[in-house]
């Protein structure tokens, strides 16, 4: 069945760097647009990043715009979020989704802290 797997999420300093990964298996990967999205404690799930399905535009949320880079392998089925200059305000937990027409699958997430 579809499946997505995040990893790389750390402990950071402020003004760190992390590159998270999602995994996708059980689906044409190539097919899906993928995004990342970000949850802080207390807080409501929040859109950071998105890429269509070639890889060909992306776009970003504005507080991580200029630091974030959100980038594709269609070989490998994994999408990837580079994190530069990470504040304290980026620590959340972070998820991938995936969606093409009506369908939209999750992974289960991985915590990013940035804190000194």
């Known amino acids: 069945q579809p499946q997505l797997v995040e990893s790389g999420g750390a402990l950071v300093q402020p003004g760190g760097s992390l590159r998270l990964s999602c995994a996708a298996s059980?689906?044409?990967?190539?097919?899906?647009?993928m995004s990342w999205y970000r949850q802080a404690t207390g807080k409501e799930r929040e859109l950071v990043a998105v890429?269509?399905?070639?890889?060909?535009?992306?776009n970003y949320a504005d507080p991580v715009k200029g630091r974030f880079t959100i980038s594709r392998d269609n070989a490998k089925n994994t999408v990837y979020l580079q994190m530069n200059s990470l504040k304290p305000e980026d620590t959340a937990v972070y998820y991938c989704?995936?969606?093409?027409?009506?369908?939209?699958?999750w992974g289960q997430g991985t915590q990013v802290t940035v804190s000194s």
């Open positions: 989704r995936a969606f093409w027409r009506s369908l939209v699958y």
């Open positions: 059980g689906f044409t990967f190539s097919l899906y647009d």
């Open positions: 890429i269509t399905s070639n890889g060909g535009r992306s």
